[in-house]
């Protein structure tokens, strides 16, 4: 009835009761979008010890495997302690439900949300919790109602970021925990400075959710940022040069990565990732202060535009959303877009920075858009990104 199927590990719940629930009970408590999926026991045992959750052609998606087992800690299995709640819960797990996602689909995240899906089921009719065993986390019920919720990924609920620091250099290595269950490779990076640490996991995880979605390739592509370019290559080639990492931190790291490296040295990418910053706005506390200074600058930058718009010593930037294509559908991205044309209510640009999900969005690329549609205003006096109340001052001044 089927073809033979390649199923890719990703997740297990561990309940207490060492028997599995009716398998009617479960269809029953599967979210209703997943009507569209059929489950079938392929033993045709009860109780079941093995299902596959099929579409509505009989395509595989999902593995569910059943087998009585004590939890047991997985040495550094876990990304930091373990919430007390959490771990009664796991301690007093009797089942374990290994869940497994077909190799074959091109649409990753599909199958990774009807396997979540199937776990909302068992949790909801049999206490326990959900390892993400490539993540290193543990979910509760009440953290997966949340992640299947959401209308969009947000990856930083699917992936780790760790960031590993050398204290005589200063230098870190940022690298990824959590992609192999959507078939991709992990993204590191090496030699890059401690205070940039926390921005680069931000550039890091729009990569990882470009990747997820399969938009862009990453492998041997070049990313245009404001600050400079970095490339993606394989991490074999390059973790040889790596003397700062201590080898026993590189064990258990042995899974598919990607490192982001400068294009021009293949070295540090911190100059790159200062670049990247200047996509969000300088001295801003949060998205309604930002939005109430912008609407307040809005009318300074027009003037100043009008009246320095052709010299070389400033450039006008706007932070407006686009319209981007994720895999066949479509999704929003912020993207900064240089000011070349500003008359009335119209405004033209081009894009300052590619887009992290839509490979076709390059820099250069020429947009139209309204003073309604900014979300940040930004100049860049003399190279030097300036914005929020330090624009403000100045242009009031």
Partial sequence: MYEPVGWRYVYDVWAARHDPPDLHELIRALPDWADEVRVVNRHGTDPWWVLWLVDDLDHPLVRLEHSQARWEEVGNGLDGELDPALESLAR??????????????????????????????????????????????????????????????????????????????????LHSHGMEKFGRSNLETFDLEVSAGRDAGKLVNELLLSAALGTRPLLGETIHLPGGDVTVSLSQALRSGVTFIPVEELDGHDGPYLCLVDAADYGDITQAVEGYLHRSLVGIADRSEEEEVTRRLLPLVRDHFSANGGSSDYEYFAKIPLGVLSGTSEARESIWVRITRWRGNVLRGTLASDSIVDADLQVGTEVEFDPEDIEAIMLSVAGEPVGGKRLESILRS
């Fill in 92 to 173: 007093a797990a009797r089942s374990r439900y290994s869940l497994s996602v077909a190799d074959a689909w091109d649409n990753a995240v599909y199958p990774l949300q009807v396997a979540l899906s199937t776990a909302l089921a068992l949790m909801s009719i049999r206490e326990g919790v959900l390892h993400d065993p490539t993540a290193l986390r543990i979910h509760d019920l009440a953290d997966l109602e949340r992640l299947l919720a959401a209308d969009d990924l947000f990856i930083e609920d699917h992936v780790t970021l760790h960031l590993v620091t050398e204290e005589t250099s200063g230098r870190a290595w």
